[in-house]
């Protein structure tokens, strides 16, 4: 009797097609025969259903399926011939592709969210819907529209929607720009996308925060880049380090995140800051500041940005709508020099010709309305309470076990657990226990660490969440 192989980075439904193809192939079912029902083979596996209703839209798409509502699932009649002629091998074209999948953890936890939606899920970094401005956005969309055209617009964004954020900007963040500097894009993640990709090379040198965010993008990698760390203590990196890159590794530019940074919550010190960008001007490397965090800070006087303080031009500042207000929305921007913002927007244009308006004028009218002064004052008062949850029950259930730093803004805690635990395993079980959390290596660190974001699960299921983690702790420490 075959069975899955649970300890191995391949995705459990990519298990159960593999081994229905080659079921097929040697002619166990042949062309026209009828599968077992999705229930009966997630029954005879132990797996959730939707591990093989996805297993078995992997075989439809490669063509040796064939799914009929209320006639089950069949081996399609193309086996009758020689397949490998007809239908080409989509797995191994997937497999080939240049654009890098995501790293074997990311797929893991994704895999188990989708099996059971009801995990308590200290692993995606975006908010619960109860903090979220769900009135206030529904009530922008009951208004009367006055779009006045629904084609494509122009792919530097909404005109509407970058005049509000020239304000935005300068009120909350100190940055002096207009609106021909500003791209809008869908998230973080597509400025980060469109920089690499259009101003940097394969074989290209950057220097990026360890731990960091950007670890855990493929894009990098995808784009033929070489990393080099810049470790980070409790006040963010150490300006020097990238003097020393520069002279022996030639990097071309600096990925920073220098307000509650992610993973670990760290805020740049203010004297470091203008080290860094004497050093950068002299040396004219180029800082990607990525600001996504700041308005969330508990005392509500975030740092000044390093494009506020940048007289030199020599700084991109993105920034998201997503971490502080509603992430299915997909805005972010870019602020970049006018060369910068034209070479984006003409690859944004080949790729999607911009992003939908509808979106773009909600956030407009959303940052230019008093109700979003009263959501994020209600945003940091819900997160430092999460926060204090999430560090009571740690305390509670592994004092002594765990050390951290509490944040002062953000939606992350960074831990590191004392004792030496498995990372591979103790997620593992902790899945088991109904909980996910990212371990510390997605993110450039060594084994050890792992981040916890409390912005994401309800605030009733914190200790819950935690009392399972826990369980999964001491179930590994056990001799």
């Not at 990925?255 to 203010?270: E, H, I, R, S």
């Not at 204090?388 to 305390?395: G, R």
Request: aromatic share 10%; net charge neutral; charged share 20%.
């Amino acid at each position: 009797m075959w069975t899955l192989d649970r300890k191995s980075k391949k995705p459990l439904y990519e298990q159960i097609a593999d081994h229905i193809e080659q079921r097929i192939a040697t002619g166990e079912f042949p062309p026209g025969s009828l599968l077992p029902s999705e229930r009966k083979l997630a029954n005879q596996l132990g797996v959730n259903r939707s591990t093989v209703i996805l297993a078995f839209a992997e075989l439809r798409s490669m063509g040796i399926v064939e799914s009929r509502t209320g006639s089950g699932t069949r081996v399609a009649d193309a086996w009758r011939g020689n397949i490998t002629r007809h239908t080409p091998n989509w797995k191994r074209y997937a497999e080939n592709g240049g654009f890098l999948p995501n790293l074997p953890f990311l797929r893991k936890i994704r895999e188990a969210l989708l099996q059971d939606p009801s995990m308590i899920d200290f692993a995606s970094g975006e908010l619960s819907a109860d903090l979220a401005p769900i009135d206030e956005i529904n009530a922008i969309l009951n208004k009367q529209s006055n779009f006045a055209y629904f084609g494509y617009d122009n792919p530097q964004g909404y005109l509407p929607l970058r005049q509000a954020l020239v304000e935005y900007l300068y009120q909350y963040r100190g940055i002096r720009t207009s609106e021909s500097s500003i791209m809008i894009t869908s998230g973080s993640q597509q400025s980060l996308f469109l920089i690499t990709q259009c101003l940097t090379s394969p074989g290209d040198a950057v220097a990026i925060e360890d731990p960091s965010y950007s670890y855990s993008l493929p894009l990098f990698q995808s784009a033929g880049l070489r990393i080099y760390p810049l470790p980070m203590d409790d006040q963010g990196i150490s300006p020097d380090d990238i003097r020393s890159l520069f002279k022996e590794n030639r990097i071309k530019m600096i990925f920073l995140n220098p307000n509650f940074q992610n993973p670990t919550g760290t805020v740049l010190a203010q004297e470091r800051r203008k080290k860094l960008l004497d050093i950068a001007s002299e040396l004219g490397l180029p800082i990607v500041e990525d600001d996504p965090y700041s308005l969330t800070a508990y005392d509500g006087l975030p740092l000044p940005s390093l494009k506020s303080m940048d007289s030199n031009g020599g700084i991109i500042y993105i920034g998201s709508f997503s971490k502080i207000a509603a992430s299915g929305l997909r805005i972010g921007w870019m602020v970049a020099p006018h060369s910068v913002i034209q070479r984006v927007a003409d690859a944004r244009q080949q790729m999607d010709f911009g992003p939908s308006v509808i979106p773009q004028g909600v956030v407009a009218r959303f940052l230019q309305s008093d109700s979003f002064v009263a959501h994020l004052e209600r945003l940091r008062i819900q997160l430092q309470f999460n926060r204090d949850l999430l560090i009571e029950a740690l305390q509670n259930e592994l004092s002594g076990l765990v050390a951290y730093n509490a944040p002062q803004g953000g939606i992350h805690l960074w831990i590191k657990l004392i004792p030496y635990v498995h990372e591979g395993k103790l997620l593992d079980e902790a899945i088991k226990n109904g909980v996910v959390y990212v371990p510390g290596s997605v993110y450039g660190s060594n084994s050890g660490f792992a981040r916890f974001t409390y912005a994401r699960p309800n605030s009733q299921d914190i200790q819950t969440g935690i009392a399972g983690f826990a369980r999964s702790v001491r179930k590994l420490m056990a001799p």
